[in-house]
């Protein structure tokens, strides 16, 4: 029995970047070659990230078959880091790809300080700075041992807090730090410690679009209300989930 194989025709088109990975603002070198040269068939090349259409351009080959396209990795469309794909097509079912990483330069995000209301214990400080959104209010709920902020969010993005260890904590009963719970519009949420001294905790928290209130969760506060048990903090997540649950109407 004689085998046969399939023939599959070479692209007449190569594409090719001029380095790898490009930050905000770089300059962007697109070049390649045809082989055969059709007349009057232009090269279009399209710039892709995550299947949205950054850029597009159109135009001829040189005499000799080759190409170059320049462009600046800036603008509304250059928005997000990741990996973008140059696709190059030259004629019907002639296509080249390539593909590069992009960094978008991060916006320096101010630190503020919202002055917390602590019952006639005063006031404390909780340093924190946020992207995506605007801090409305922050406020404590002794019931469940809860530092609540409530933000506005314009987009999804971050915040991070810095909490002063007098004010609010997490322990376990042998003093030991614990972890946090921290539940975002009824639905519990991972977060990201990234200092953690004598004095403060600071933890980073990502939130979605639309969301409103996030409550952090912990075991100690103010000594004015003092200190709570972990069964009692058990239940008091339980019952602060099954709140908001039918306050926002989400099932969990």
Known sequence: MIAILPVFAE???????????????????????????????????????????????????????SYSYTIIAEGPYWSKSGEYTVKALFGEGNDAETQFNFSPKLDVIATNIFEVDAGSYGTFDVNYSINGGVVKNMLIDKDIFALIVII?????????????????????????????????DGIEVPYQETVTNTDSRIITINFEEGDSDIEIIGTTIIPEFGTIAVMILAVGIITSIMVTKNRFQIHI
Do not use: C, H, W
């Open 11 to 65: 692209s007449l088109i190569s594409v090719k970047t001029n380095s790898n990975s490009y930050k905000e603002g770089d300059t962007v070198v697109i070049s390649g070659k045809v082989t055969t040269i059709i007349v009057g068939t232009p090269i279009t090349l399209q710039i892709f990230n995550q299947g949205n259409l950054v850029d597009v351009a159109q135009f001829n080959v040189a005499e000799d078959g």
């Open 152 to 184: 506005e969010s314009e987009n999804d993005g971050t915040i991070t807090l810095e909490m002063p260890r007098e004010a609010f904590d997490a322990k376990k009963q042998d003093q030991t730090d614990d972890t946090f719970i921290i539940i975002i």
